[in-house]
């Protein structure tokens, strides 16, 4: 009879033991399942505009951007490339897994970017949260002479600013696709021209072999309500459209591409680019990401 106590003992503590392993893995599973869902994008930017990934925590990356000149001069200057260009140089510092604080420099226009990007909903794995969420938003100062803006020009006029909401979704291992609306402002601008531009914009990434991808993007400034008003106001803002291939590293992410926006700094592209992709306005630049 104990030897059958015993044994009965011994069995019903095997079973607790298989039904607390079963529930431990359990949880560890739908822990795993809830996580964010691996890579969607493979840099913060995806070409002029960024996406819904971050730096890790206490990570640093450094970013160069480049645009060469546009098509429309042919092989005079060799199709932009003799042309002027332009240049971004830049730092961005994930202070937590979701915030990141950014700073950049530009040539055109001596633009100063203090940006900052905040991840509000991660997709998971599991599909719980289907998409993931962020806020980007920027403040420039335009550190061009003080003769550029004209007469009674006070420091603030050289402010401009940034703010876009994004929504992403991994549909597959191999497809991101993102939308987004911005909202960009400049404190000084001509008579002729918008202080406020709302735009809505599209992307998406295509892996076709490892970490090496198609992107695109496209961007389209809205008109303002009272336009018919104000038929005076100087060429209004073209949209933008970008094409291009990005090649992953642990490390490094580059992306080559063609577009037909040159300012590099977002508010400027889509409030003042008078660049047509599909008539002489496309340019080839090219984007690199170096993670320290």
Known sequence: MRRIITLLRTSGLLILACLSGQIVLAQEESEQEDRPVRSPYEAVMLVDFPTTKTPV????????????GTFG?????????????????????GLTDKLALGFGTE????????SLAYRILDQTRSDKMPVAVMYYGNAV????????????????HRLSYFNQLIVSRKFSS??????????????SVDSLLEHDKIALHVGG????????????????PLEPNNFAEHVELTNPPKAGLSLGLELGTS???FQVFVSNYQEIIPQQNVSFN???FFDGGALVGFNITVRL
């Open 57 to 68: 925590k206490g990570a640093v990356e450094i970013h160069i951007h480049h645009r060469f």
């Open 73 to 93: 001069n042919g092989f005079s200057d060799l199709l932009g490339i003799y042309a002027p260009a332009n240049i971004r140089m830049g730092v961005k510092y």
């Open 107 to 114: 040539k055109n226009h001596k633009m100063q970017e203090f």
């Open 141 to 156: 100062i335009d550190a061009r002479a003080k003769e550029v803006f004209g007469v009674n020009f006070k420091g603030s």
């Open 174 to 187: 191999s497809f991101t696709l993102h939308a987004g609306a911005s909202f960009s402002h400049f404190n």
């Open 205 to 220: 990434r295509l892996k076709i072999w490892s970490d090496n991808s198609l992107v695109f993007e496209y961007t389209q």
């Open 251 to 253: 490390t490094h992410a």
């Open 274 to 276: 008078q660049n047509d």
